[in-house]
Protein backbone atom coordinates (compact mmCIF):
# COMPACT_ATOMS: atom_id res chain seq x y z
CA UNK A 1 0.00 0.00 0.00
CA UNK A 2 1.36 3.26 -1.07
CA UNK A 3 0.75 6.31 1.01
CA UNK A 4 1.16 9.34 -1.28
CA UNK A 5 1.43 12.80 0.89
CA UNK A 6 0.27 15.82 -1.27
CA UNK A 7 -1.44 18.80 -1.14
CA UNK A 8 -1.58 22.31 0.63
CA UNK A 9 -0.26 21.49 4.56
CA UNK A 10 2.79 19.04 2.82
CA UNK A 11 3.65 21.53 0.72
CA UNK A 12 3.87 24.38 3.19
CA UNK A 13 5.60 21.47 5.89
CA UNK A 14 7.97 20.28 2.96
CA UNK A 15 9.15 24.00 2.07
CA UNK A 16 9.62 24.87 6.23
CA UNK A 17 12.20 21.88 6.70
CA UNK A 18 14.03 22.14 2.89
CA UNK A 19 14.46 25.72 3.97
CA UNK A 20 15.51 24.46 7.51
CA UNK A 21 18.16 21.75 6.25
CA UNK A 22 19.30 24.49 4.08
CA UNK A 23 19.75 27.17 6.51
CA UNK A 24 21.83 24.14 8.24
CA UNK A 25 23.90 23.36 5.50
CA UNK A 26 24.65 27.02 4.90
CA UNK A 27 25.97 27.69 8.38
CA UNK A 28 28.63 24.51 8.31
CA UNK A 29 29.61 25.08 4.20
CA UNK A 30 29.98 28.79 4.72
CA UNK A 31 30.58 29.62 8.33
CA UNK A 32 33.44 26.51 8.93
CA UNK A 33 35.51 27.93 6.18
CA UNK A 34 34.55 31.77 7.16
CA UNK A 35 35.87 30.76 10.71
CA UNK A 36 39.17 29.12 9.77
CA UNK A 37 39.75 32.72 7.54
CA UNK A 38 39.01 35.01 10.25
CA UNK A 39 41.50 32.98 12.56
CA UNK A 40 44.26 33.03 10.28
CA UNK A 41 43.76 36.69 9.49
CA UNK A 42 43.90 37.40 13.20
CA UNK A 43 39.80 38.81 12.94
CA UNK A 44 39.22 36.88 16.41
CA UNK A 45 36.07 39.30 16.73
CA UNK A 46 34.43 37.71 14.55
CA UNK A 47 34.94 33.96 16.00
CA UNK A 48 35.02 35.08 19.74
CA UNK A 49 32.39 38.38 20.20
CA UNK A 50 28.63 37.64 20.65
CA UNK A 51 27.12 40.20 17.95
CA UNK A 52 29.31 39.54 15.29
CA UNK A 53 29.29 35.98 15.46
CA UNK A 54 25.59 35.63 15.25
CA UNK A 55 25.36 38.39 12.85
CA UNK A 56 27.78 36.10 10.39
CA UNK A 57 25.99 33.29 11.62
CA UNK A 58 22.93 34.52 9.98
CA UNK A 59 24.53 35.13 7.39
CA UNK A 60 25.76 31.87 6.13
CA UNK A 61 22.47 30.12 7.20
CA UNK A 62 20.78 32.90 4.90
CA UNK A 63 23.55 32.49 1.88
CA UNK A 64 22.26 28.37 2.37
CA UNK A 65 18.36 29.27 2.56
CA UNK A 66 18.54 31.59 -0.25
CA UNK A 67 20.51 29.25 -2.85
CA UNK A 68 18.20 26.94 -2.13
CA UNK A 69 14.79 28.49 -2.53
CA UNK A 70 16.40 30.32 -5.86
CA UNK A 71 16.92 26.81 -7.14
CA UNK A 72 13.19 25.73 -6.34
CA UNK A 73 11.80 29.09 -7.76
CA UNK A 74 11.13 31.45 -4.76
CA UNK A 75 11.63 35.10 -6.01
CA UNK A 76 13.51 37.68 -4.30
CA UNK A 77 11.21 39.65 -2.20
CA UNK A 78 10.08 35.78 -0.29
CA UNK A 79 13.92 35.31 0.30
CA UNK A 80 14.47 38.67 2.01
CA UNK A 81 11.81 37.94 4.35
CA UNK A 82 13.47 34.42 5.10
CA UNK A 83 16.85 36.05 6.09
CA UNK A 84 15.10 38.05 8.04
CA UNK A 85 13.89 35.50 10.13
CA UNK A 86 17.35 34.42 10.82
CA UNK A 87 18.35 37.86 12.17
CA UNK A 88 15.51 39.12 14.02
CA UNK A 89 15.80 36.56 16.93
CA UNK A 90 19.27 37.28 17.42
CA UNK A 91 18.78 40.84 17.10
CA UNK A 92 15.69 40.88 19.65
CA UNK A 93 18.13 39.39 22.03
CA UNK A 94 20.76 42.04 22.29
CA UNK A 95 19.21 44.11 24.43
CA UNK A 96 18.69 42.10 27.07
CA UNK A 97 22.70 40.56 26.60
CA UNK A 98 24.04 44.25 26.85
CA UNK A 99 21.59 44.64 29.97
CA UNK A 100 23.80 42.10 31.66
CA UNK A 101 20.10 40.16 31.78
CA UNK A 102 21.05 37.54 29.87
CA UNK A 103 24.36 35.50 28.58
CA UNK A 104 26.10 34.37 25.16
CA UNK A 105 24.33 31.08 25.14
CA UNK A 106 21.31 32.01 26.56
CA UNK A 107 21.46 34.53 23.18
CA UNK A 108 22.34 31.75 20.89
CA UNK A 109 19.81 29.41 21.76
CA UNK A 110 16.96 31.56 22.01
CA UNK A 111 17.91 32.86 19.03
CA UNK A 112 18.19 29.55 16.91
CA UNK A 113 15.17 28.41 18.63
CA UNK A 114 12.88 31.68 17.38
CA UNK A 115 14.48 31.00 14.01
CA UNK A 116 11.71 28.35 13.06
CA UNK A 117 9.16 30.20 14.33
CA UNK A 118 9.83 33.37 12.88
CA UNK A 119 9.90 31.69 9.17
CA UNK A 120 6.54 30.46 9.78
CA UNK A 121 5.10 33.75 10.21
CA UNK A 122 7.11 35.03 7.42
CA UNK A 123 5.76 32.07 5.41
CA UNK A 124 1.89 32.72 6.94
CA UNK A 125 2.34 36.07 4.90
CA UNK A 126 2.67 34.58 1.54
CA UNK A 127 0.64 31.29 2.59
CA UNK A 128 -0.40 30.84 -1.05
CA UNK A 129 3.08 30.85 -2.11
CA UNK A 130 4.43 28.42 0.58
CA UNK A 131 1.31 25.74 -0.27
CA UNK A 132 1.60 24.93 -3.54
CA UNK A 133 3.93 23.02 -5.16
CA UNK A 134 7.39 24.28 -6.54
CA UNK A 135 6.95 23.62 -9.82
CA UNK A 136 3.70 26.00 -9.69
CA UNK A 137 5.78 28.74 -7.78
CA UNK A 138 8.58 28.30 -10.79
CA UNK A 139 6.02 29.07 -13.49
CA UNK A 140 4.05 31.81 -10.97
CA UNK A 141 7.74 34.11 -10.84
CA UNK A 142 7.96 33.60 -14.82
CA UNK A 143 10.67 31.28 -14.55
CA UNK A 144 10.89 28.19 -16.52
CA UNK A 145 7.08 28.76 -16.71
CA UNK A 146 4.75 26.75 -19.21
CA UNK A 147 3.95 28.35 -22.33
CA UNK A 148 1.14 29.79 -22.55
CA UNK A 149 -1.40 28.17 -25.06
CA UNK A 150 -4.12 29.20 -26.94
CA UNK A 151 -6.45 26.76 -27.47
CA UNK A 152 -8.77 28.79 -29.49
CA UNK A 153 -8.40 31.56 -31.30
CA UNK A 154 -10.99 33.46 -32.62
CA UNK A 155 -10.84 36.10 -35.26
CA UNK A 156 -13.37 39.25 -35.91
CA UNK A 157 -14.17 39.91 -39.20
Given amino acids: ???????PVWN????LLEMTIAMFVGMFAFGMPAKVLWDALGWTALNDELVPMTLLMATWMSLGMAIWMRVRGCGW???LEMSL??????????PFYWAGLVGGMAVMMVGHILMVPAMVVAMLF???E?????????ADNGEEAEPVRELASRTEG
Avoid: D, E, N, S
Fill in 1 to 7: MKIVVKG
Fill in 85 to 94: AMYVPFVMMY
Fill in 12 to 15: FVQH
Fill in 130 to 138: YTRAHHARK
Fill in 126 to 128: RLV
Fill in 77 to 79: RAI
